[in-house]
């Protein structure tokens, strides 16, 4: 076998590893939140886990996707999950769990996959 006839083997093979980081770092995430419920209001942790199942679909339906696809969904996970990293600080906030719905919506409406669009909660 040639090279080129090895190639969509190891990129299906390398995007199928990417997505099971993307998922174990979804899952951990929410372990964290959940962990620390305590600073977090039940309806911050409820909407963190409705941004988490869309994500998860969001991953599981571009395995197979263009590298541009993958890529705009690995920054809706790293953008999502680094948001409570930074609370770690004494002097830091994370951000609210209904901007982390605009950005992963804006990837999501990016992607064309409106049927995965997040219902925006209404902000006080």
Known sequence: MTERQTTPAVDRKNSRHESDVLLRQLDGHLARLQAGQSQHSGHELALAERIAAHLRQLIR????????????????????????????????HARPAHVDVWVVNDIIRDLGRHDLLIPEPAVA
Do not use: E
């Open 61 to 92: 339906d571009t395995v197979r996707a263009s590298a541009v696809d993958r890529a705009r969904v690995r920054a809706a996970v790293h953008y999502f999950v680094v948001r409570n990293r930074d609370a770690r600080h004494p002097h830091t």
